[in-house]
Nanobody, 128 residues
Framework: QVQLVESGGGSVQAGGSLRLSCAAF????????MGWFRQAAGKEREGVAA?????????YYADSVLGRFTISQDNAKNTLYLQMNSLRPEDTAMYYC????????????????????WGQGTQVTVSS
């Protein structure tokens, strides 16, 4: 089993920055890939960014955050990060960390159905 705990959310004005963290506990050596997802009020959960923890550490981003958000990992701390810059009001959502022990079909790294383990989420609110 894997437990994920997010932190770092908060309220910020448009154009500001936040860094989210996701600490992983338990059978972390099984984790093969991790991702960040978000869900705004009244909307479906969407993939934001994903990363493979081994090899070249390939990363994937939703078009809406490309160039503004950066996903990274610190293996020594079993922690995943999401650096969010140039935040916009439309980035307001609950942000979730997710992990899985299996490889994903290429192109499906940002699908929530491809992740088994989930954190409780951290709220990000961006005001205009």
């Amino acid at each position: 089993q894997v437990q994920l705990v997010e932190s770092g959310g908060g309220s910020v004005q448009a154009g500001g920055s936040l860094r989210l963290s996701c600490a992983a506990f338990g059978d972390t050596y099984f984790i093969y890939r991790m991702g960040w997802f978000r869900q705004a009020a009244g909307k479906e959960r969407e993939g934001v960014a994903a990363i493979y923890l081994g090899g070249g550490g390939d990363t994937y981003y939703a078009d809406s955050v490309l160039g503004r958000f950066t996903i990274s990992q610190d293996n020594a701390k079993n922690t995943l990060y999401l650096q969010m810059n140039s935040l916009r009001p439309e980035d307001t959502a609950m942000y979730y960390c997710a992990a899985d022990s299996r490889a994903a079909v290429r192109g499906q790294e940002l699908l929530s159905s491809r992740y088994k383990y989930w954190g409780q989420g951290t709220q990000v609110t961006v005001s205009s």
